[in-house]
């Protein structure tokens, strides 16, 4: 690979031997100074049987490719080479002007200092000597000639980047050392780390070994009771610009608070500091004063800065000899920065610097012009009033390495931490890397609540080294950097004065305010679950207190005694709501959307009722999330405690006059039910239903529209602050509760179980404890309702809404026979809303019976041909048929048939095959009547099968016979199904069922009289094959019944494959046998193509046509053809061979 030439950098790799190049972080090195994935490789030495060993396979295993030439001849190949490997084995090495002008342009040079001394070139300060290994006595005589020096160990590197350099440790330990004199002629050294990424100035590393001096700590232990808060001095400043004045409470301040100095290199961190800043790639001041502006320092805390692109400036006071003018900061911190970064270490240092030069005051002004103030470890605690801080430890110093290197153990651990004063920009004490332990042994969270217990006035907060407190203004927020990390409140107890700590939610994507973070550890009162279990027993259904209301003055709500009377009397037909299983479901597109279309409008306002969970406002940004991102308008009515309470007419005005949405929180249904009746609210959340406010809500704002609901509301951390609670008890004590039934609302007449797919933390199943309450009280059926899903209620209608595509809600209700709850899920396929009754049906089975009575039936004949030449000898039975009628069908023109039998349900969506239909039907607008007997009658069918001809505007009516009691009168049926339809649509389903049920109401002969009349026949599947003279059904499949999920979620997938597909006789009307589904494969794992021609060989009698899925056959009078509804299914003809009697099959053109 050609090496890049756009460097002008000397590159070089110092070896303590060439054995280092072995090591894996040295070949690392080199390869990323080539700035090549495999470079080019040239190893030059002397001779083949050179005595300095290298082995170059080290290179070749990471796909470089290696050559090797002697010193005289390495020329040949610098245009080739990304890096040269110089390693003679004789010391007389000429000077090589070549060599020196390749490492200035881009070309790696690795080779041991002895080398480098020969080959020249200033590659270091010319007072500064390299040497490979550790020979004393040559150290000692080259730091007596006033020369520093810099030692490698064998298997270390000292890798130099033009004037800039780092070291690469090696196995053992191995690093470089620094030897140089101090102030009094005494040699003295210091190792150098080898945890850099990144080179910094060599006069940097050069100043390593030098201490600071013996009076540092001392000086510095001399301010920690100095204040540093700057509120007062910047108030007398007359030099404040009118702009900051203006705009303070808006964005003063915007702080990023890190635990530690390299959460400023996690992802999510580094987001929310962009974000705050308003731009993709903002410009960032680096301060580095607490770290002593090492570059080495700087290099970590704004590498990923770097790295994304932005534009970095350093401002370097912790010297005299560093600091700019007061012009100079001004501008580049008030009018340059767009977020100014502090880096970690000694923050007394830090502020003591600042406000000797002033840069404190220009802080404050910066950040009230909205700069971004970010930083870990003293560049997060030096925003707060005040800091828990290692400022006195005996290593938190410019050069530490010395310290460590002088220093013992015990030495090094011998300090305490201590309480400082810092720029007061956040009014609480600051943490940093709460969740570890000082290297004097005391965890920070310990001695920390030791030090607030002696001075307890200001609330503290704890950073964990991955996480960030987020400031914007008077709101906070924790992010975590690696998703478990998280900030910690520590307030004192007013009752007792201990310390209360609680660790705050790393999953907020908005700040709250600073006020109710300062809440989070204090618990709730002993009372309070005492208090709620007093009210299990509660009635809290909205329409017994109204009524109650009539003989009695209304209480202290002061409502309306005509309002309360028309609430009484309002149609309940209106009532809307979308009840989720969980909060989430809130922020789920597809559940959205039906709240948003309830409404009836695009941007609906919304009313958001927190009372559930406390009224925290935490929760309110997650719940109104996906409403606040459409650009809804958002308000919110707090009643969970009484000093927020609005007066009646302020809630009665936002409630029933405002709102189109009101959404519930999730949270302690119980709790908001108390409150709501405290207040009032109850009435005014009924009358707004009335109104046809569409009522909303996850969990607890879910069941609380119901009459009854299963809840968790004594659960011991289900309390306004529960992370206290999550913080103090024991996971016993947290599991030790149950689950409890308690009175709802009662605007729909069921028990709601939320999180019915979900086991609580006491390790109970809401779905299976849901039944067992049930069967000691079944006279209410239940819904339950799955983390990710809604019950949609528009009326006396509803519907499950899935919000990832997978969740449900379910029914249960008691079995009349043997009182064991009977469960089902519903589908999540239905666009419109059925009625509850037929819902409440759903896990209701056929009888045992059910699929035996059909199999009776498989041989009778319902052709209705036969029934009528029978009818001629013969009164007609029970149907009342009229004689002469039945003359007239007889002797009735059959050539005006027409028929569109599609292969399945879906067909009948499918706009060419409906297009068919309305063409047939001799109208724009045809009048459908519905036939849902196959199905059962369910309404959902009826809503699926129908949609297409209902979105073009038709008008559809539906004609029920499935059960005993729906059936219409013989002449009601006669005027709608042989004067009234244009169109009949049979719905798919058990047609053995459905040709039974028409048989014995007479509906049979009325579908013929309709068809001689010209009314278009139509259906998919059972919908398609009743037309014929026979068929291939399914009509025997267990789950081929009414309530289908009952059985689907009863039988084993091996049960539900138990089935065999049967010929069975139809109406007659057209004949041949239909097979559709014909490209279908059913559950029994059969074919229904293959199944069809096997059946057809021991019957061969009568043709065949398959439908596939998608196409329709269209018959009109003794003619067909096929349709297709996709472009590409179709239908298949298929007879028996004449010759062979095997069967034929073809496809028929579309």
Request: hydrophobic share 40%.
């Amino acid at each position: 690979m050609a090496k890049s030439t756009d460097a002008a950098t000397p590159l070089i790799v110092a070896l303590g031997s060439y054995q280092a190049l072995k090591q894996t972080k040295v070949i690392d090195q080199v390869i990323k100074l080539s700035k090549s994935s495999a470079p080019n490789i040239l190893d030059v030495h002397s001779a083949d049987d050179c005595a300095i060993k290298f082995d170059s396979t080290v290179f070749a295993d990471r796909e470089c490719i290696v050559k090797q030439c002697n010193p005289n001849d390495w020329h040949k190949f610098k245009a080739w080479a990304d890096v040269i490997i110089y390693r003679p084995d004789q010391e007389d090495v000429p000077s090589h002007e070549e060599l020196i002008n390749a490492i200035h342009n881009g070309t790696v040079l690795c080779a041991v200092p002895r080398i480098l001394h020969l080959i020249g070139g200033d590659i270091v300060p010319s007072d500064t000597a390299i040497i490979e290994g550790h020979d004393q006595t040559k150290i000692d005589n080259l730091v007596n000639a006033n020369k520093r020096v810099i030692a490698i160990e064998e298997l270390a590197a000292f890798v130099i980047v033009g004037e800039n350099a780092m070291t690469i440790g090696g196995e053992g330990g191995s690093t470089c050392h620094v030897y140089t004199q101090d102030e009094s002629g005494e040699s003295i050294t210091g190792p150098l780390p080898t945890t850099w990424n990144e080179p910094i100035p060599i006069e940097e590393i050069l100043q390593f070994p030098m201490p600071a001096t013996a009076s540092h700590l001392d000086a510095l232990e001399e301010h920690v009771d100095t204040d540093f808060v700057i509120a007062d001095d910047v108030l007398q400043m007359a030099a404040l610009d009118e702009e900051c004045a203006e705009n303070a409470e808006e964005v003063f301040p915007k702080i990023v608070a890190c635990g530690r100095t390299e959460t400023l290199q996690m992802q999510a961190i580094v987001d929310k500091v962009l974000e705050l800043s308003g731009t993709d790639l903002p410009k960032v001041l680096y301060v580095g004063t607490a770290s002593f502006d090492r570059t080495d320092r700087y290099n970590v805390c704004t590498k990923k800065f770097r790295e994304i692109g932005c534009e970095i400036r350093r401002l370097d006071v912790s010297e005299l000899d560093t600091v700019p003018t007061m012009d100079e900061m001004k501008k580049v911190f008030t009018e340059w920065a767009e977020v100014i970064m502090c880096s970690g270490g000694n923050t007394l240092h830090a502020l003591l610097r600042w406000k000797d030069v002033g840069l404190d005051l220009l802080m404050k002004e910066a950040s009230l012009k909205g700069v971004v103030l970010c930083g870990g470890s003293a560049g997060a605690g030096c925003w707060f009033s005040s800091l828990h801080t290692d400022s006195l430890r005996p290593d938190n110093m410019k050069n530490k390495e010395h310290v460590k290197n002088e220093l013992s153990e015990e030495e090094l651990a011998d300090w305490d931490y201590t309480k400082i004063s810092a720029l007061g920009f956040v009014d609480a004490v600051c943490i940093p890397h709460f969740d570890k332990a000082g290297t004097n042994g005391v965890g920070r969270e310990e001695d920390a609540e030791r030090i607030l217990q002696e001075s307890p006035t200001t609330p503290a907060i704890g950073v964990d080294e991955n996480a960030a407190l987020v400031v914007v203004g008077n709101e906070a927020l924790a992010v975590s950097g690696d998703g478990k990390a998280t900030c910690h409140v520590i307030v004192p107890c007013d009752e007792t004065g201990e310390m209360k700590s609680a660790p705050l939610p790393i999953n907020w994507e908005h700040p709250i305010p600073v006020d109710e973070i300062l809440d989070f550890p204090i618990p709730a009162t002993a009372s309070h679950l005492e208090a709620l279990e007093e009210h299990v027993d509660t009635d809290f259904v909205v329409a017994e207190d109204i009524a109650q209301a009539i003989s009695e003055p209304v209480n202290n709500n002061d409502h309306d005694q005509t309002n309360v009377d028309d609430i009484i009397s309002a149609d309940v037909s209106q009532i809307k709501i979308v009840a989720s299983g969980n909060e989430r479901g809130m922020r789920l597109q597809p559940i959205v959307d039906k709240v948003v279309e309830l409404s009836g409008r695009d941007l609906p306002k919304v009313l958001y009722v927190g009372t559930a969970s406390f009224d925290r406002t935490d929760k309110f940004s997650q719940q109104t999330q996906a409403f606040r991102d459409m650009g809804c308008e958002i308000r919110r009515l707090d009643v969970s405690e009484g000093e927020t309470v609005p007066t009646l007419d302020e809630m009665k005005e936002v409630v029933t006059e405002w709102a189109d949405v009101i959404m519930g929180s999730g949270g302690n249904t119980l709790h908001a039910l108390l409150r709501w009746k405290e207040v009032g609210l109850d009435l005014l959340l009924k009358e707004a239903s009335l109104k046809g406010v569409v009522l909303c809500g996850g969990s607890a704002g879910a069941g609380c529209w119901f009459s009854s609901l299963h809840t968790d509301s004594l659960r011991p951390d289900n309390t306004k602050n529960k992370e206290h609670v999550l913080n103090e008890l024991s996971e016993e004590e947290l599991a030790d509760w149950d689950y409890t039934k308690i009175s709802a609302l009662g605007f729909v007449n069921a028990m709601c179980v939320p999180h019915f797919d979900a086991t609580g933390t006491n390790g109970m199943k809401r779905s299976e404890h849901a039944e067992e309450m049930m069967k000691k009280d079944p006279t209410t059926p239940a819904i339950g309702v799955e983390n990710d899903a809604a019950l949609v209620i528009v009326g006396n209608e509803a519907f499950a809404v899935s919000g990832d595509g997978k969740a449900t809600c379910h029914v249960i209700v008691p079995c009349d026979e043997t009182g064991e709850m009977k469960s089902a899920p519903l589908p999540i396929n239905w666009e419109h809303p059925i009625p509850v009754d037929e819902i409440l049906d759903f896990p209701i089975p056929a009888t045992a019976s059910h699929l035996e009575a059909l199999e009776e039936h498989v041989d009778t004949d319902f052709v209705v041909a036969e029934d009528i030449a029978q009818a001629i000898s013969e009164p007609v039975n029970n149907n009342d048929h009229d004689q002469t009628n039945v003359d007239d069908i007889i002797s009735a023109d059959v050539s005006q048939i027409k028929i569109v039998a599609s292969g399945n349900e879906r067909g009948m969506r499918l706009q060419p095959i409906v297009d068919k239909v309305v063409e047939l039907s001799g109208r724009d607008l045809p009048k459908v009547l519905y036939v849902g007997t196959a199905s059962f009658d369910r309404t959902d069918k009826f809503s699926q099968q129908t949609q297409a001809f209902r979105d073009m505007g038709c008008e559809i009516r539906r004609l029920d016979v499935s059960e005993g009691e729906t059936v219409p009168t013989l002449d009601e049926m006669k005027e709608v199904v042989t004067e009234w339809a244009d169109v009949i649509m049979g719905s798919g389903g058990n047609t053995l069922h459905a040709l039974l049920r028409w048989k014995e109401v007479g509906l049979d002969l009325l579908l013929k009289e309709a068809s001689l009349k010209g009314v278009v026949l139509c259906g998919g599947s059972a919908g398609a094959g009743c037309w014929f003279s026979s068929l291939h059904t399914d009509s025997l499949r267990p789950d081929n019944t009414k309530n289908k999920e009952h059985v689907l979620n009863e039988l084993s997938e091996e049960e539900l494959a138990d089935w065999d597909y049967t010929k069975i006789s139809a109406l007659g009307f057209v004949n041949a046998m239909c097979v559709p589904h014909f490209d279908a494969t059913g559950t029994n794992g059969m074919k229904r193509s293959e199944h069809a021609e096997e059946m057809m060989k021991k019957d061969p009698t009568t043709p065949a046509i398959g439908v596939e899925n998608d196409a329709a056959l269209v018959i009109v009078g003794n003619e067909a053809f096929a349709v297709s509804g996709d472009g590409k299914a179709t239908c298949h003809v298929i007879v028996p061979c004449d010759e062979t009697g095997e069967m034929k099959s073809a496809p028929l053109p579309i």
